[in-house]
């Protein structure tokens, strides 16, 4: 008797590409499929894992989503990947397919190669990698290689290629993908779509569809079902940190910062674009308790485009308080930022 894998599919992509809002169309267009949804993200407030949530049904219940919010998949395989997994298949209606979004700053690679284990590797394989990329970041440049830091390394030592951090996640996730989704293209002209598709493919260690989409919005039969085997393909899927000796997201810090009760919403996306300008920071998302408000608001921050929304009543059982995950590069001002956010 041979037992049909189920097929899991990776969808990686750096801070604020969009991953949770495909996955949320995945979810809302299974066709048939009965979902799991397993979420990875930095912080531990785990507003991704709350946000895939709100559109559980009876495709994809709520108790079939599962978040690993501590620390990063491709670090706690065996302790808490694997285990999350098999307790996915133990299930009495095991899920048809698995979706897996890591944090945006995780390396695809060494999550793949965790499906190797023989535990996994007869129960399970990687359908697909799918890479979401913020169309608007990519034409902007901002995972472009530092090319004075590349000259000055090759001054120190010929044998190193040191990238910028933002550029090794990006070029990891972009090699590691059988599929890139070129999200967000509504906020670029054709021209800087047509450079950011440029720039993909330019990183892409192999021919690979780079497909232009708005909101995640893409027929789920073209990500879902691609058959690629993944664990059985590594090499053809290059990576900056083979060894995992060091890590990229070493490069990245997460702060959380609880704001004072019931802030204005439109002071606070203000603020939210001032921490992105003047600070740098990459990613900024959170909920806010807003003034006379029983609705709590969900407010995103993807460098200085800042979105926010009502999402749902404050539950009775929960307290109104403001608290909003700031993601940078390390070494960015923890004070100042918390300062501006605080008013
Ligand atoms: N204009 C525009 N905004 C988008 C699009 N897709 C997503 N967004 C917004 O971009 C922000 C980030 O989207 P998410 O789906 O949360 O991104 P993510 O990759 O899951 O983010 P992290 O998990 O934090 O890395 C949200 O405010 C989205 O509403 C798009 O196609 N166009």
Wanted: charged share 25%.
């Amino acid at each position: 008797m041979s037992i049909e894998k189920i097929p899991v599919t990776i969808i990686t992509g750096f801070l604020g590409a969009g991953k949770t809002t495909l996955v949320r169309h995945l979810m809302q267009n299974p066709q048939g499929r009965r979902l799991a949804i397993l979420v990875n993200e930095f912080g531990d407030l785990g507003i991704d894992g709350d946000i895939l949530k709100g559109c559980a049904d009876a495709n994809c219940p709520e108790d079939a989503i599962v978040e690993l919010t501590n620390g990063c998949l491709c670090c706690t395989v065996a302790d808490d990947f694997v285990p999350t997994i098999e307790a996915l298949l133990a299930r009495p209606q095991p899920p048809d397919h698995i979706l897996i979004e890591t944090s945006g700053l995780a390396l695809p690679k060494p999550l793949l190669k965790a499906f190797d284990w023989p535990d996994l590797r007869s129960r399970i394989t990687v359908d697909g990698v799918i890479a979401v990329a913020d169309a608007e970041a990519v034409a902007d440049g901002r995972f472009a290689p530092d090319l004075a830091a590349i000259a000055r390394q090759r001054l120190a030592d010929s044998s190193i290629d040191h990238d910028t951090p933002l550029g090794e996640v990006f070029e990891d996730q972009v090699a590691c993908a059988d599929i890139v989704i070129l999200n967000k293209a509504d906020l670029v002209s054709p021209n800087r779509l047509a450079e950011a598709r440029k720039t993909v493919l330019a990183e892409a260690p192999r021919s690979i569809p780079v497909l232009e989409v708005t909101e995640g919005r893409i027929d789920p039969r073209v990500v879902l079902g691609l058959g690629a085997a993944a664990e059985n393909d590594l090499d053809a899927r290059p990576s900056h940190h083979e060894d995992h000796d060091s890590h990229d997201h070493d490069d990245f810090e997460t702060i959380v910062v609880t704001l004072p009760a019931d802030t204005n919403a439109e002071t606070i996306v203000a603020r939210m674009e001032a921490i992105a300008r003047d600070h740098s920071v990459l990613r900024a998302k959170g909920y806010v308790a807003v003034a006379g408000k029983p609705m709590r608001l969900l407010v995103q921050g993807v460098g200085t485009r800042v979105r926010a929304q009502f999402d749902r009543p404050w539950r009775a059982d929960e307290p109104r308080i403001s608290r909003i995950v700031v993601i940078a590069e390390r070494g960015f001002d923890h004070d100042a930022i918390t300062a501006v956010l605080n008013g």
